[in-house]
């Protein structure tokens, strides 16, 4: 009853806050753009999402698939929700997924599973850096006891010392059950942090509980042979056939591109060699409640295309960064609930699954986009959508 | 009147086609959430920005500012909306933005500006890829007489060729107006390419209009001492006292942060030297109807901080990828509209101003996280706001 | 006559100098090795080229070839020297010229030109960082004409802007003439500097004269698209047949090794996509007299290997950091003037030649390597070869 | 008896092969400089450390230091002998070195070690490798058996597995005692495959000894946080007072200047923050039998300069990779032992020492660069040196 009224109060609360800014701001279209009756209804739902709420922008939702894919958990289809407001998106990603569907799914493998916090200690050159270093790593197994204690999801795999001059940089890595985990690594690593603190073998000029290593929030080359998040691969055969029929090329064009694609992208100090990973996570984070700004480090990874000995086209990604939940977070808000809902994926159990799709639908957006660099049709087709010529969209030529 | 007709039936059309895909798919919860009386009013509005529409998701958003920016056209301070589901990321900013404009305010400037598409040309051997380079290289007046003949706004500003083996890449860097223009330097290569392809001297084997060399939807290296979109710079000088009373850190810590953070960043493998663009780019990106897979590319660059002569810090940020318009792609959307307006930038003439904005709200978050990390704040902050709890955002620490 | 004088008291000055060193140093056995009859002689002419001498080392020399080359000025057999004491490399060097000479020789083309130095100016803000880079973007004209005064054959060639908060740097890109120039460059900069301090329209707090932009002794991403020193490729079609006869392996599966390869050095963060372009370079620097520490750079770059339509092999290599010269430096010392001379590429006019040399012998040492992965033989060639096992020479299977 | 007997006949022999080599080249003024006394009598010498011998090369050596060092075993001086052709690089390194060892000396530790054979395996799809990843992962123990019989020295410490689509590379990490060990870890290498392949879980399509991962002969982003080799740091502090009598800059400016400087190499896409490790690692390698074109990895790492609390510079260089020994390879051929005795570091037990002098030297090497361009003294220095002028080396401004 108590909590009750406390909710109510909360609610009427964070409403109230929300108008008062419209006060000051006193922008009358914006505001009924913005603060519409939902936003203002769902005010609280927000609460532990969003500070100086104002209300909430409507992004367009698209549907791809259904995606086949021969996961961890069997074969499942999938109807793919894709938030965006770029044209020619949503049709180039189902084109792909029907690509792979038709050719009875593709493969994925969530391989390795991580998120790191790394913290780093000052000292006063590098012989107290490196006795502090082995003490460190002597002490692993009482790093890993006070874990439990701040967190019921998240534990300490490892702690890998890095030493640079006189700095120790600390490689906390943490599983995080069904979550991203971002904030549960944060606070592991706070306590993390006190245990190696309460009796080290040299005290710290000063430390940092997080000093950039981590790759947090940005495409690195270092997680291309590691993990942040889930390390995530979808591959598929496809037949000349198929392909010839779908995409309108042959498949020794495809890895034409692929080649001449991985080149310039290397060429540009890209991270790894892909096409346009980010236009697919995007739309799918944006839509199932993800964190959007890990796009800057779930867009890196490998895309890798091949003839095969007879005759067929391999084509795989190797996603090392994606770093998403089904629990946590912006999950439990209302759109990305039903987001999730769409593809069952809502709620425990179901992190594994969905980066399976995240990879997945990434495989069928290079597939798309390096059949319409081969057959000519990528202008023509961007050209028509972004006019919004519906007839284009079932001939598919994305 | 035959206009207002086809608009009509286009709308009864788009709305038809959504309720049908809801038909299919027999989702009651997720159709009531996404596919709501606003969502079903809009479907036309979104024909030209979204394939397989079945309604619109909600994103809460916050305002944080007032932030005061001394750029191209003067000073002015703006309310940034920021769209985002991640707790404590707009008190961040808020922070960080009421610090700068405590310090009367940070510069922010444009610096150089460009869009490009890279096509490749396949050839035999090296000799024949020189040849057909120097062609190109001799021939950039003619290829940008044709330009003005597919796009108003678009411009060639320069071709340049790189050689790997016997392919040539050629990167054609086009001026876009206040548009992103992807789309504008698409259709605009295509035209190009037929230029070349009139009469090469030698016939390439097989081309793509784009190989990857662009940085199209990707952090890239080379973009650090070049430009995708905007280059653009926001600085400011902060006095020790206003970072003391503001951050609870002396500016000196700021500064050996700056330098342990540099060099994590850069033995992570990341592109450039920064701390958490992305976070705030693809919540502005989201409110402002960008194109948020763009995150991926725009969240690269480099954050400076360092002590003045006077004792003062110093701090900057350098983002070469801004890739933004104020005008097409989504920014006409309900919306994107309603945040641009609250910025006071929707339309002609912003897209330099809108710029701005970005490196200035991305220098106030790298600010607020340094100084929290420095404090030893970041934890806590983090902790409390996603608990929801108001009076930390009063405290401002975070 | 007077110039003789002072010459040969300059030689017994040096070998003088050396004595007395040798002296300090009391090593009898070390100076018997390093400073006998002919170090002693030579004591003078290495005189611009070393300090505190104490004597010479020496180095073994093999020779690869003859290795046929399809260069700028016609086709051309070398015989290419090699100075080096890892077993198996000149075997492996020489298994692929043959190769490449087998097939009727690989084309050669230095693309483009030009060194770099990348002086840096700071100011106070990019407000007047912005004003000083665009003063020097409008004054080439007047910084190309003073670099004739203190240089013969540097010539400036453009001079390129890049503005990092309140930095800015100033890529100034020259020709050198026949020589590698770094010196050179270095002294035309100095004058460059000298103009543009003597009215800037803001004045910098400080300025370097090389702020570590220009790649100097280090192997850097941004060159991939550009150059320094010399930009050369070299390509060559290797039928099926010979490559089964030579290197016992289908070309197919060295296609997939390049590709396998090619991810493993993208994933390693490796400077584009190769092998071992570091063995040979070295090996030839060293032989002829060229800045060894140079490898750093020159050793980056994309090979790529491919199945050309008519089912032979197509491998290229692409070197954009080949800084060689045939005049300057350490050319004209002894030993560098006889490996030049076996190459018949000492002195003026030659340093293109030199260039193609350099890119054709990697391409030889490409193939080698991958056709020894390829095969199985790469770990029984090197068991043999550093056992000194003469035979598996003649076989080649290195 | 016999053994003697044989000696005599292979060295006849190989003086013999390459008598018989300039018979066919038949240039008698190189032959004079390359094929001399010492070169004939040495053929035999160099039997294992090259093929198709044809003589020696000379090049010159000086000495920098005493540079004193506290290393791993205490505190030492070390005269560093130097090989190059280029003018100043001496006398600049022996003005750091005379730096670092008026400050007291600078500490130096090696801080982890090991060198990697990286395999690849390719499959059918993602689901046969992430298998058989997991197989090689289990069997970490048999693995390391199998390696003593086949090296007295190597022992796997490691192996990891990084799975691209259907391609599993394995990390394999050995310790190689004292010697650099490329060649044994290809042996070892070789055994733990024959060990996977006897009887793996799903059977590999094809597989290589060696994929390009270990970041052999190339500068590598991924070593930033690893090894290659030797990790060893150098650090020392300098007083204020000591950088002005010596560097004639303030310190403050120095770090100023590494602050631009490494900003300048980020944008350059350089491998880690450095100047010029390759000139250093280049001339110590040469003079001491080291594999010059390690150069390409070994010349990668971070230099960091700071003030520290007491108003001193603080200066620090990490290499990762330096792969160096004191055993096998190059080291035992008379220049190198020479050179090496000089270090008093030949033979067993003295690879750490020697890795520290690398470091220690790099150190040293950094500083009077950056001490130069803070001075303005670099050009001025360069100038002199390359024209033989023996007082500028007086004076020491380098």
Redesign the interface.
């Known amino acids: 009853m108590e909590a009750q009224l406390k909710l109510a109060k909360?609610a009427a609360?964070a409403e109230f806050?929300s108008a008062r800014?419209w006060q000051r701001?006193g922008?009358p279209?914006?505001r009924a753009?913005?603060y519409?009756q939902?936003?203002r209804e769902?005010a609280q739902a927000?609460?532990?999402?969003?500070?100086?709420?104002?209300?909430?922008?409507?992004?367009?939702?698209?549907?791809?698939g259904p995606l086949t894919i021969?996961g961890n958990s069997g074969m499942a289809a999938y109807?793919v929700?894709l938030?965006?407001?770029?044209?020619?998106?949503?049709?180039s990603y189902?084109r792909g997924a029907g690509l792979i569907s038709a050719a009875g799914g593709c493969?994925?493998?969530v391989?390795s599973e991580g998120v790191s916090r790394?913290p780093?200690f000052?000292f006063s050159?590098?012989?107290e850096?490196?006795i502090f270093?082995d003490f460190v790593e002597a002490n692993i197994d009482g790093m890993k006891d006070v874990v439990p204690q701040v967190t019921r999801f998240g534990r300490l795999q490892s702690a890998r010392t890095?030493?640079?001059?006189?700095?120790v940089?600390v490689?906390l890595r943490f599983t995080t059950g069904d979550a991203a985990g971002q904030?549960m690594v944060?606070?592991a690593?706070?306590a993390v942090l006190g245990f190696i603190l309460d009796s080290p073998p040299v005290k710290p000029?000063?430390w940092?509980?997080?000093?950039?290593?981590?790759?947090?929030?940005?495409?690195?080359?270092?997680?291309?042979?590691s993990v942040r998040g889930k390390?995530v691969?979808?591959?598929v055969?496809l037949s000349r056939k198929l392909i010839e029929s779908t995409l309108h090329t042959p498949p020794e064009?495809m890895v034409?591109?692929w080649?001449?694609?991985?080149?310039?992208?290397?060429?540009?100090?890209?991270?790894?060699?892909?096409?346009?990973?980010?236009?697919g996570?995007?739309?799918l984070f944006?839509?199932c409640?993800q964190?959007?700004?890990?796009?800057?480090?779930a867009?890196?990874g490998?895309t890798?295309m091949?003839m095969s000995?007879d005759d067929h086209l391999?084509a795989?990604?190797?996603l090392p960064n994606v770093i998403v939940g089904t629990v946590g977070?912006?999950t439990c808000?209302?759109?990305?609930?039903?987001?999730l809902?769409?593809l069952g994926l809502a709620g425990p159990g179901h992190s594994v699954a969905f980066a399976e799709v995240c990879a997945s639908i990434v495989l069928a957006g290079e597939l798309s986009i390096i059949g319409a660099?081969?057959s000519?049709d990528?202008?023509a087709a961007?050209?028509a959508?972004?006019?919004?010529e519906?007839e284009h969209?079932e001939r598919g030529h994305v």
């Open positions: 909360n609360s806050e800014r701001i922008a279209g914006p753009e913005l519409d939902k936003a769902n927000y609460a532990q999402n969003i500070e100086a709420y104002i209300g909430t922008i409507s992004v367009p939702v698209g549907l791809a021969n109807r929700p938030a965006t407001t770029e044209a020619a998106l949503v049709a189902n493969n994925a493998r391989v790394t780093m000052a050159n590098v012989v850096a490196a270093a890095v030493i640079e001059g006189n700095h940089y490689d904030n944060t606070f690593s706070e000029r000063y940092f509980l997080e000093a950039n290593l981590s790759g947090d929030k940005k495409a690195t080359g270092g997680s291309l042979t390390r691969i979808a591959d055969v064009r034409e591109y080649s001449a694609g991985a080149i310039g992208g290397v060429m540009s100090g890209a991270t790894g060699i892909h096409g346009h990973y980010a236009n996570l995007a739309a944006l839509a409640g964190d959007v700004a890990c796009v800057a480090e867009a890196s490998i890798r091949e000995d391999y795989s990604v190797t977070g912006g808000l209302p759109s990305a609930r039903a987001c809902d769409l660099f081969c000519g990528f202008a961007h050209r959508l972004s006019r919004g519906p969209l």
